[in-house]
């Protein structure tokens, strides 16, 4: 069984480098409250969006300007698409996917490939819990979306828009994958769920 | 009133603890659907609960650093936590000052140069007091920190020694706080032994000091591991779908 840690525990008596640990006197130590893996490396269970260069996110307008978009990507974070280089043109309210392009020391952001996501709704979830959503090769994601008949759009920041379809049905699924994302056998669950709940 | 007798004839405490004792602690993490980290702490009468939000955006805006996260920290007395009024007329003299003393505990754990221009907000409120509530609320906050998933170099545990009747005690109750000769209340970083608060009230020979902060931080052990405990407890939880709760003593 995988071991829980808390802040301060130790994970290796040599400095190795890996998010959510820190290094004191040459020894590793977990800074969150995380599940140790079989290599070693440290789940955090909990916690807030840290922007990085080329994640995926999804966020929604909160203001239109001159030189382009204030995108909100539930972070404490500004986010910014410049409309320079823009075919289309998006309003305040719209739901938007697009790529970090760059992030700066104070992790202010900016973005580029925006697509406009229409009709379906926007989800919150964990943000270190994204890639048990999405799953070993797209499997949890293929799963649901074709369970469901809704298209996905999953960002890194932890929003995640579910396209029209069995809309409620993805969202419960949804809920249950982050309530349930450190227990094994998941996908197995989450197959169970929607095949009984499906219908 | 006279002074009351702190101790027993048998050399027990009144609440017929031994000296180096703690009062009963239980510690429930993850009890609030909202917050981003909760917690709450049954430790003897005392009964507190902790709410993190954060890292959010720092409000107002000119206090926001470039270079970290800005901590804040509101110690609250509920109005009907104790006998004495509390909290009817907005933060007193005590509360600013704990909220003070707390907030520096916590900036010497939480790694706030990971979110710079965030503020990090903890939220204490004393539902029951006797005794020994900052240490209390101390313990609550650094659970709903780490549930939180904020970073910290350590967990902090902290609690209360003192002199009750020339004799250094453990884990000071209301009485023993109020009519003993002395209170020092100090809490630990938990890996490496810091001392990340100490305060006193009355006096105490140097000797004492080194005794009570020898048997606080045996205390601290174990107050420690009823912290992880808790965290364990608040995902294990999550396995049956719902939160398990039962906080009696």
Not at chain 1, 97 to 116: F, G, Q, T, Y
Not at chain 1, 154 to 161: L, Q, S
Not at chain 2, 23 to 31: C, F, G, N, Q, Y
Request: hydrophobic letters at 40%.
């Amino acid at each position: 069984m995988s071991e829980l840690i808390v802040p301060g525990q130790m994970i290796s008596d040599r400095p190795t480098r890996q998010p959510s640990t820190y290094v004191e006197d040459g020894k590793t130590y977990s800074a969150v409250v995380a599940i140790k893996n079989v290599e070693g490396k440290i789940v955090p269970l909990q916690g807030p969006y840290s922007p990085v260069e080329g994640d995926f996110v999804v966020g929604v307008v909160t203001n239109v300007k001159f030189a382009g978009y204030e995108v909100a990507l539930h972070t404490p974070y500004r986010a910014f698409l410049s409309s320079r280089e823009l075919r289309d043109t998006f309003e305040l309210g719209d739901i938007i996917s697009a790529e970090i392009i760059s992030v700066d020391e104070v992790k202010s952001m900016m973005l580029d490939n925006p697509r406009c996501l229409r009709g379906g709704m926007l989800a919150e979830f964990s943000p270190v819990k994204i890639p048990r959503l999405i799953g070993k090769k797209n499997s949890m994601l293929e799963l649901i979306r074709g369970k469901t008949g809704c298209e996905l759009a999953i960002g890194k920041n932890g929003y995640v828009w579910i396209g029209p379809g069995k809309t409620a049905l993805a969202f419960s699924t949804i809920m249950k994958v982050e309530r349930e994302a450190h227990i094994s056998g998941l996908t197995n669950r989450i197959e169970e769920y929607l095949s009984k709940n499906g219908k | 009133m006279g002074k009351p007798k702190l101790l027993n004839d048998d050399g027990k405490r009144l609440d017929g603890r031994a000296l180096d004792e703690l009062r009963p602690l239980k510690i429930a993490a993850r009890v609030l659907n909202d917050a981003n980290g909760s917690a709450y702490v049954h430790w003897g009468k005392n009964r507190v609960l902790a709410g993190v939000y954060g890292p959010r955006e720092c409000i107002p805006k000119h206090n926001s650093s470039p270079y970290a996260a800005q901590i804040k920290c509101r110690y609250n007395m509920a109005p009907f936590c104790s006998l004495e009024e509390h909290g009817r007329s907005g933060p007193s003299r005590r509360s600013v000052e704990l909220s003070k003393v707390i907030r520096e505990t916590f900036e010497n754990v939480i790694i706030a140069g990971a979110y710079p221009k965030t503020q990090i907000d903890i939220y204490i409120e004393i539902l029951q007091s006797d005794g020994g509530t900052r240490c209390a609320a101390i313990t609550a906050a650094a659970v709903a920190l780490a549930d939180a998933g904020i970073p910290l170099k350590d967990m902090v545990s902290a609690v209360a020694v003192g002199k009750v009747e020339g004799k250094i005690s453990l884990d000071l109750s209301k009485e023993e706080d109020n009519f003993g000769q002395s209170d020092m209340p100090i809490a630990f970083a938990s890996r490496n032994g810091d001392v990340l608060l100490l305060q006193m009230d009355g006096q105490l020979t140097k000797e004492e000091i080194a005794q009570g902060l020898q048997m606080a931080r045996n205390a601290c052990v174990k107050i420690s591991a009823l912290q992880a405990e808790a965290l364990r407890t608040a995902y294990d939880g999550a396995k049956n779908g719902e939160k398990q709760l039962d906080l009696s003593i």
